[in-house]
């Protein structure tokens, strides 16, 4: 993960860019997800074709990492919902779940390098910090953004805006 993000720093990442439907990687990574786990309810909303030119496994590493915190934080039996739509000049890719949300406060902070929420909010489940990160690096690749909606004990909604690039 730090060799990740140094390469990040230094814009040494390999891309390998194709145009693909980013919806398609959505789906991929529910079906995947809803495999190894059966105590969440995962829920999917896509708006075919949502077209991008990108790294499919980049933007699928950085999806994956949404999806995985959305899982950490949220209880089981919890909702899970995953979608991507095409707006204007950007898809927005969201994951919303129904776990125990970021306080206001810290919202700003959870993209910095080896920030962890307030411990005792897990399921006492750890981690390193750096998946945001690494999410946000990716997005910033393809001059998007990641924005957080969140409210204590009501669940998150994450979502990256990728700039379209490609029709």
Same mark, same amino acid.
């Given at each position: 993960?730090?060799?990740?993000? !140094?390469?990040?720093?230094?814009?040494?990442?390999?891309?390998?860019? +194709?145009?693909?439907?980013?919806? +398609? %990687?959505?789906?991929?990574?529910?079906?995947?997800?809803?495999?190894?786990?059966?105590?969440?309810? /995962?829920?999917?909303?896509?708006?075919?074709?949502?077209?991008?030119? !990108?790294?499919?496994?980049?933007?699928?590493? !950085?999806?994956?990492?949404?999806?995985?915190?959305?899982?950490?934080?949220?209880?089981?039996?919890?909702?899970?919902?995953?979608?991507?739509?095409? /707006?204007?000049?950007?898809?927005?890719?969201?994951?919303?779940?129904?776990?125990?949300?970021?306080? +206001?406060?810290?919202?700003?902070?959870?993209?910095?390098? /080896?920030?962890?929420?307030?411990?005792?909010?897990?399921?006492?489940?750890?981690?390193?910090?750096?998946?945001?990160?690494? !999410? %946000?690096?990716?997005?910033?690749?393809?001059?998007?953004?990641?924005?957080? +909606?969140?409210?204590?004990?009501?669940?998150?909604?994450?979502?990256?805006?990728?700039?379209?690039?490609?029709?």
């Amino acid at each position: 993960q730090l060799l990740f993000l !140094a390469r990040g720093d230094n814009e040494t990442i390999r891309l390998h860019r +194709e145009g693909f439907d980013s919806c +398609e %990687v959505v789906d991929e990574i529910t079906r995947e997800t809803q495999m190894i786990d059966s105590n969440h309810n /995962f829920e999917i909303d896509l708006s075919r074709p949502a077209y991008i030119n !990108a790294d499919r496994q980049l933007l699928k590493q !950085a999806i994956r990492i949404l999806v995985d915190n959305s899982i950490k934080f949220t209880p089981e039996r919890g909702k899970i919902d995953i979608s991507s739509v095409k /707006f204007g000049e950007y898809v927005n890719i969201s994951v919303t779940d129904t776990g125990v949300g970021i306080p +206001e406060d810290e919202i700003p902070k959870i993209f910095d390098r /080896f920030y962890c929420v307030d411990k005792s909010r897990s399921k006492d489940i750890g981690g390193s910090g750096l998946g945001l990160s690494i !999410a %946000v690096q990716i997005v910033n690749i393809y001059n998007g953004t990641i924005s957080v +909606e969140s409210k204590v004990g009501k669940g998150t909604r994450v979502t990256a805006s990728l700039d379209i690039i490609w029709n």
